[in-house]
């Protein structure tokens, strides 16, 4: 294990955010230190993008890593981080279906198989 100072292994970025093949946003970025860990694996953050819903492409540069970081496999994971809380028509659509189907539908179904049921012994009895 090789110890560094308590801000880590600089690592260099070069990102861009294109659409339809122009560059819409681009920056190079030197991180430093780690936003987040676990047992196994450590996350670098490296900034926010805020754009409008549509098709774009992310491209990604890693110039040139240290040599201490060439044993570790690198991943690229893009997540959605401070987000408001939300709240649109699908969610209740979902919400309100799962009512409709812990409350509605058995009471509903109850009620059919009641009906064909008594139909069921009408026509054997008469």
Known sequence: MILQDRQGLPLRLNWQLLKNMSVIQSKSILSTDSCGWSNTSVSRCFGQLKHPPGKYQFKVQVSGPPSQLAKFNATISINYNNLKSAHTWQTAYIFLGILFNIF????????????????????LIG
């Open 104 to 123: 509605v539908a058995p009471v509903i179904g109850g009620v059919v198989m009641l009906i064909f049921l008594a139909r069921i012994i009408r026509h």
